[in-house]
C-alpha cells in the first residue's frame, strides 16, 4: 500500500482565497501577516505591489489616499496606507450564502 | 430506443431507467457542439456516452487538459462547456476565469467532486451557469442531463435568467393564473426591484425608492436580468389595487409609446433630455463624474472637474490593474473600488448595458468606466450606497 502512495500522483488542488492581513513596507517587501501558508506568496507580493503602485499613482494624480477597498465577488481587498506602506487585510467572501442575500 | 426519419431528424429517446424524452424535431444544422473537460480519460469516455443520450444529439468533444480545451474554444464555436474543477497545471478557476471572459456567450458548466460552498460560490460569481456534483446514480444522470438539454436550447438573447425564454411578463402572468404566493426579486445589473404576489394578485412593489404602480412600471421596462423566487409575504401592506392583466396591459403600451419616436424618428417627438452626467452629478454627495470607455485613452467625459485628463489617466491604470489582479487571484471581475483620501474619496467601477459582450481586457464592449469623485465628509457606507444610486441612474 506504502509503495502504492509513493508512485501515486499528488492530487491536485484549487487555490483557496484567503482571509487575512499582511503589512508591507514602502519597497514592497512582506513584514508579517496572518494569511495561511496554503496562499502562494508570489500572490501576496502581487496584491502587495497592486497595491502601493495604486497609492503612489494617486498621490502622483494629486490624489492622496489613505484607505483603499477593492470589491470582487468572492473577495475584498482593504489596505491602509502607512507611511509609505500598507496594511492589507484579505476577506473572502460567498456571494450567494444565505448569509450575504440579506 | 432510437427512430429516425429524414430529411429532419425526428426520435424519440429511452434512456436507461426507461423514461422517454419528448418526441422532437431537429436539424442538422442546430446540433450543438459541447467540449468536455476532465483529467481523467475514463470519465471522460463515459461522459461523452453519457451526453450523447441527450434529446438534441449533440456533438460531443473532449479535452484532457486546460491548454487544449482552449486551443479547441479558439478552434471552433461550441455551445457548452463542462468542465472538471480539480485539474493539474491548469485547474478549472483558472480555465473558466480565461473562458467567461474570451467567450461570453458560451454557456459553461462545472461538474466536479468537490462538495465545498466556498468553491461553489468563487464558480457563480466567475458567471458559470451550472455547478452540479459528478453523478453517482441514474436519477442524478437523469436531471443533470435535463439541465444540460435546457441550457443548450436556451436563447442567448433576452429573457430571464431562472425560466428559459421567457419574459418577465410571462412569469408574473405565470404566477397570477396559477394563483401563487410569492415575492420575485429581480435584477439588472446594479439596479434590483421587489414584486409581491398574493392568491395570484399583485399587491406591492418595490424598485429603489419606487413603491406600487411606479415600481411595478419600472422593474418591466428591464429587458433582462436574473430572477428569484421569495417565500411570499402575506403581511405585506397592499399598495396596488389594478388587475395584473390592466397592469401589464399599461406597462406595454407605456413601453411601445416610449419606443416609438426613436423608432419613428419623428423630428421633435423625443424631448431633449439633459446631459446624462449633470444627472448623476445631482445625487448627493458627488463632486465629479467621469466617464470613460475602455480601452481609448483619449475619449472621456467628465463634469465637476477642472484637469479630467489626469484623473482619467489614473482612473484607467487603476482598474486595469485590478482588473488583471482579480483575474490573477480568481476572485470573479472587479466589482467596485472605493478610495477615501483627506481631500476627496472617489469610487470606481465599470458597467455594462444588458447584452453587451467582453472584450479581449476584461471589460466590456459598450462598457462605461466610471470614477466619481465624493465629498470627504461622507462615509465609506454613504458613498457605496449613493454609488448605487449614480449606477441606476446612469442604467435607467
Redesign the interface.
Known sequence: MGLLTLFSKPAPTLLRLPSGSFTVDREGKVLIGTLPSSFPVGLVKDIAEQVLGCFREAEAAQLPLSLLTINYPTLKITAREMRGGAIVFLSSQAPYSPASQN | MLFWTQPSLVFELESGSGQSYPLITIAMATRHKILLLD?DPDLLDMYREILAQLPSRPEVFTASTGTRAMAMLESEPFRLLISD????KM???QVLSIVRRKYPQLRTVVLTS?VD??????V??LGVDLFWQKPTCEQEITMFLECLESLLGREAENGFRGVQSKSLVDIIQLECISQSSSALRITNGPLSGKIWILDGELIDAEAGELRGERAFHKILSWRAGNFETLPAEPSRPRTIFKSYNGLLLETAQALDEARSPELTGEPGAAPASPSPLAQLSQVEGVEFVLAMKPGDQEHHEARGLENPQ??A??SK??LD??RS??E?????????????????H?ALCSRRPAGGGIAENGSGQGDTDFCVGWKNSMN?EQIRENMKKVLSLWAS
Open positions: 483529467d474543477l480539480k485539474m493539474p485547474d478549472g478557476l468537490v460552498e466556498t468553491f461553489r460560490s468563487r457563480y460569481a489626469r484623473m489617466a489614473w491604470q487603476t490593474r485590478f489582479l482579480g490573477r487571484l480568481h476572485a470573479g471581475p472587479l466589482d467596485q473600488i472605493e478610495a477615501l483620501g483627506p481631500q476627496r472617489v465609506l
